[in-house]
């Protein structure tokens, strides 16, 4: 069973950072494409980031690029999403996720974390 556990969300203000993070096994990491999603109210869940099991590849969506980056710490065994210049667009609840592989522009999911919200104010 993949567990998968989210922290790092909070309030911020415009322009401001935040560093989600992931906690799971090694084997997860070394198994699975690892990705951020979101979620605002009221829309869909709509793909944010995702990196390959050997961390070779990356993919992020248009409205993240420059701004948001995924890595992988193997000695801490976590999945992170830094975000900078945040936006308050960028409110919603952001959720960890593990699947097989990438799909065109996003990633296909088997497992999902519990979440983790992040507000921006203006």
């Known amino acids: 069973q993949v567990q998968l556990a989210e922290s790092g969300g909070g309030l911020v203000q415009a322009g401001g950072s935040l560093r989600l993070s992931c906690a799971a096994s090694?084997?997860?990491?070394?198994?699975?494409?690892m990705g951020w999603f979101r979620q605002a109210r009221g829309k869909d869940r709509e793909f944010v980031a995702g990196?390959?099991?050997?961390?070779?590849?990356?993919a992020y969506s248009d409205f993240v690029k420059g701004r948001f980056t995924i890595s992988i710490d193997y000695v801490k065994n976590t999945l992170y999403l830094q975000t900078n210049s945040l936006k308050p667009e960028d409110t919603a609840v952001y959720y960890c996720?593990?699947?097989?592989?990438?799909?065109?522009?996003?990633?296909?999911?088997?497992?999902w974390g519990q979440g983790t919200q992040v507000t921006v104010s203006s």
């Open positions: 090694r084997r997860t990491f070394d198994t699975y494409v």
């Open positions: 990196i390959s099991p050997n961390a070779g590849e990356t």
């Open positions: 996720a593990a699947g097989p592989k990438f799909v065109g522009a996003t990633m296909s999911v088997v497992y």
